[in-house]
């Protein structure tokens, strides 16, 4: 059982930069795939980018190649989304999930959510 505490959302302007965190439980955390989503007001959840347990792999959604890194210490139990250069298309609430397997990019396939942390970011 894994359970997942995201935070670092709030509202900043185009062009600005955010760093999301998530913070895991459970003595496991390093055979997790980690990823991070979001969802838009009226949208479908969106993957947004991955990182292998190790954190040697790394996989982004195109839109944000570029702009977003994601990162991971396996010492703190904790997954990072740095965000640089927020767009108003980037607006949504960011969650967190775990999976056993890399690879995956649909919700489904993530077995572990957090509760999510908004991100706004106006014109």
């Known amino acids: 059982q894994v359970q997942l505490v995201e935070s670092g959302g709030g509202l900043v302007q185009a062009g600005d930069s955010l760093r999301l965190s998530c913070a895991a439980s459970g003595r496991t955390f390093s055979s997790y795939t980690m990823a991070w989503f979001r969802q838009a007001p009226g949208k479908e959840r969106e993957f947004v980018a991955a990182i292998s347990g190790g954190g040697g792999r790394t996989s982004y959604r195109d839109s944000v190649k570029g702009r977003f890194t994601i990162s991971r210490d396996n010492a703190k139990n904790t997954v990072y989304l740095q965000m640089n250069s927020l767009k108003p298309g980037d607006t949504g609430v960011y969650y967190c999930?775990?999976?056993?397997?890399?690879?995956?990019?649909?919700?489904?396939?993530?077995?572990?959510w957090g509760q999510g942390t908004q991100v706004t970011v106006s014109s």
């Open positions: 999930a775990a999976n056993s397997i890399w690879g995956a990019v649909r919700r489904s396939e993530y077995d572990y």
